[in-house]
């Protein structure tokens, strides 16, 4: 297949304010050029740092009103939610211990939310941001980046069917080096927060990355943990989180699994692997080749799908934009979450039904189980590795 797919967009412009993605950041300029990409919204207010000064750079660098760039979240969400270009809705991309008090108080103020992963630093400040998007009647992503690949898409679509049989052993790691050393110590500063608890939380690399092993395969499969078992590590001389983690897993009905995520794994740049055996088949897929996975049944040779080429359920082609052959990445993987939510905000401001592939973007209550889970593999650890009900 040869054609591409054209994804301007037909709807409005939403407009949104951001908090944090300041200068030297990882993830808040990934959100705003997901968002971006399919013209769907833009910026109009910000609050990019606790820094005034580094929120002035980036705000004067994207062409922000000065009168929009705000000193602190707080004075930015109430004078925002009285502006008459009111935002449509409130990126969070700050570290994970402000997510919370952001998401509150944006809710408080009537605005629909995107935060990045981990949602809270526990699960029951979690479950009240749940409960008041819920009593709002707001939509609530969370970011889960990695499940907005087409090919996951269509993956999920195939397990649905069945055509796996019934999951009998999923095997899920995510190995990355960057903390094989103490970088937290140079300076670091993406480092030096993820492994300090007062702004990572209870943990760093399951927290880290391990959530995103535990909402892939829950994503994919449907399966819910019923019990896991698990080993945290601190490799790093000193460091008081872990940073390399062993997880067994029961889930409810019978299936098993073992999830393995580090940063300490030499070699490994951002190792994301998934593969799940079924009774009659199974699949695997590589977040480093992430166009293509392999499908393998007892009784028929091995299949590598390749995005763009090969035919795939319609939410996985819908999302699917560029010929085969030409790399869909990470960038378009945020997209597609953000294409689907700001498609979804934007139904839902006009009062239309919302459909099930409109409301497939990680939503609320996925961001309350990944904190939970973080929660669960502490507390197995903490008790010496021992089987905790989930
Ligand atoms: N979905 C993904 O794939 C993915 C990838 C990376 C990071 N993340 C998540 O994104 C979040 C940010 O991670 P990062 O690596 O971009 O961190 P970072 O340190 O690179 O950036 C954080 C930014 O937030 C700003 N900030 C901090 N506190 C603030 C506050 N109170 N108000 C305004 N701005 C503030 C900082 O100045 C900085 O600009 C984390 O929760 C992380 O877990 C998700």
């Not at 087409?150 to 990355?176: C, D, M, N, T």
């Not at 099930?356 to 189980?369: I, W």
Request: aromatic share 10%; charged share 25%; proline share 5%.
């Amino acid at each position: 297949m040869i054609e591409g797919q054209e994804s301007i967009s037909q709807i409005p412009e939403l407009k949104y304010a951001m908090i944090g993605g300041g200068p030297g950041s990882f993830i808040g300029d990934v959100h705003r050029k997901a968002i971006a990409m399919d013209g769907k919204a833009r910026l109009v207010a910000g609050c990019f740092s606790r820094n005034y000064e580094d929120t002035l750079k980036t705000g004067e660098t994207l062409r922000l009103d000065k009168n929009r760039l705000y000193r602190n979240y707080e004075e930015l969400l109430q004078a925002e939610a009285r502006h008459p270009d009111r935002p449509d809705f409130i990126v969070i991309v700050t570290p994970n211990d402000s997510h919370y008090p952001i998401a509150r108080l944006a809710l408080e103020l009537g605005f629909p939310v995107a935060c990045d992963k981990p949602l809270a630093t526990s699960s029951s400040l979690a479950q009240e941001l749940a409960d008041l998007a819920r009593q709002k009647d707001l939509l609530f992503c969370v970011t889960y980046t990695y499940s907005g690949f087409p090919i996951i898409k269509h993956l999920r679509w195939l397990i649905s069917q069945g055509e796996l049989g019934s999951v009998r052993f999923v095997a899920g790691e995510y190995p990355q080096e960057w903390l094989a050393t103490l970088v937290e110590k140079t300076g670091q500063r993406q480092a030096a927060w993820r492994t300090d608890p007062a702004r990572a939380g209870i943990s760093n690399c399951v927290g880290d990355i391990g959530t995103h092993l535990e909402h892939m395969v829950s994503y994919l499969t449907g399966l819910e943990i019923e019990t896991l078992c698990a080993r945290l590590d601190h490799f790093g001389e000193g460091r008081p989180l872990d940073d390399n983690a062993s997880i067994m897993i029961n889930f409810k009905g019978g299936g098993t699994g073992l999830y393995w995520c580090s940063q300490i794994a030499i070699g490994h740049d951002n190792g994301f692997r998934v593969r799940i055996y079924g009774t009659r088949g199974a699949v695997e897929w590589y977040q480093e080749d992430p166009n293509h996975a392999k499908i393998s049944y007892l009784d028929r040779p091995v299949a590598y799908l390749s995005r763009g080429r090969d035919p795939m359920c319609p939410r996985a082609q819908a999302l699917s934009r560029i010929p085969s052959g030409h790399n869909e990445g990470y960038f378009e993987a945020f997209a597609n979450i953000y294409s689907t939510f700001l498609t979804a905000l934007d139904k839902k401001l006009h009062g239309q039904e919302l459909t099930a592939d409109d409301l497939d973007f990680p939503q609320v209550e996925e961001g309350v189980r990944g904190v939970k889970f973080i929660e669960k593999c502490v507390e197995s650890s903490e008790k010496g590795a021992v089987w905790v009900k989930f």
